[in-house]
């Protein structure tokens, strides 16, 4: 069994920047692609970048792009999202999950929610002056 813990979340100014990691426990990572979530209050949780071990694909959500870096400690088993010149708009519970169907596959577009079998608990990002 596969178990994620976020953490790296807190409060940061506009234009901050944070990095959030996802620890795994109990596989190797290598066996799963990996997706960073955000949900905000009120709203839908929505992807916003995934990771495919089999060759370092990735993909990101338009609104994070060139903002936000997804990457992979093979020897922690640990999974980053560093996040850069953080706006109001990106205030959210952030979680990780992961994937084992996809993992042989390029990440070329999102994966589907559905697609997921194992989740984190979540951090908070909060972006605020």
């Known amino acids: 069994q596969l178990q994620l813990v976020e953490s790296g979340g807190g409060l940061v100014q506009p234009g901050g920047s944070l990095r959030l990691s996802c620890v795994a426990s109990g596989r190797s990572l290598d066996f799963y692609a990996i997706g960073w979530f955000r949900q905000a209050p009120g709203q839908a949780r929505e992807e916003v970048s995934c990771?495919?071990?089999?060759?370092?694909?990735?993909w990101y959500e338009d609104s994070v792009k060139g903002r936000f870096t997804i990457s992979r400690d093979k020897d922690r088993n640990t999974v980053y999202l560093q996040m850069t010149r953080l706006m109001s708009e990106d205030t959210a519970i952030y979680y990780c999950?992961?994937?084992?169907?996809?993992?042989?596959?390029?990440?070329?577009?999102?994966?589907?929610?559905?697609?997921?079998?194992?989740w984190g608990q979540g951090t908070q990002v909060t972006v605020s002056s």
């Open positions: 990771f495919s071990p089999i060759d370092g694909s990735k």
């Open positions: 999950a992961a994937s084992l169907r996809w993992a042989a596959w390029t990440i070329v577009r999102a994966i589907p929610e559905s697609d997921y079998d194992y």
